[in-house]
């Protein structure tokens, strides 16, 4: 069975920095795309940031330049790493495995960015 345990969420101020983990048990994780989403009260979850198993990554618009995904498939985890954080990116982030086309999530984890 599959399972994704994030964490590294907290309160951080305006221009401040987290990094996020994504730690995962029972996959193939080498094979496995990852992806980081994140949702707020009464929105759709919304895509990130994502890496395939060849380590290609790819972010949404609003994040690029200031969010970095990796994986260390050696520890079976990836990351998202958020710097130049705004109040805008607060939300439940939660990270997403996908392995032969089925698809497994975590539990979240809080972000807030506030003064």
């Known amino acids: 069975q599959v399972q994704l345990v994030e964490s590294g969420g907290g309160l951080v101020q305006p221009g401040g920095s987290l990094r996020l983990s994504c730690a995962a048990s029972?996959?193939?994780?080498?094979?496995?795309?990852i992806g980081w989403y994140r949702q707020t009260p009464g929105k759709q979850r919304e895509l990130v940031a994502s890496?395939?198993?060849?380590?290609?990554?790819n972010y949404a618009d609003s994040v690029k330049g200031r969010f970095t995904i990796s994986r260390d498939n050696a520890e079976r985890t990836a990351y998202l790493q958020m710097n130049s954080l705004k109040p805008e990116d607060t939300a439940v982030y939660y990270c997403?495995?996908?392995?032969?086309?089925?698809?497994?999530w975590g539990q979240g984890t809080q972000v807030t960015v506030s003064s």
């Open positions: 890496i395939n198993s060849g380590g290609n990554a």
């Open positions: 029972g996959s193939i994780f080498s094979l496995s795309a």
């Open positions: 997403k495995l996908t392995m032969f086309s089925r698809d497994y």
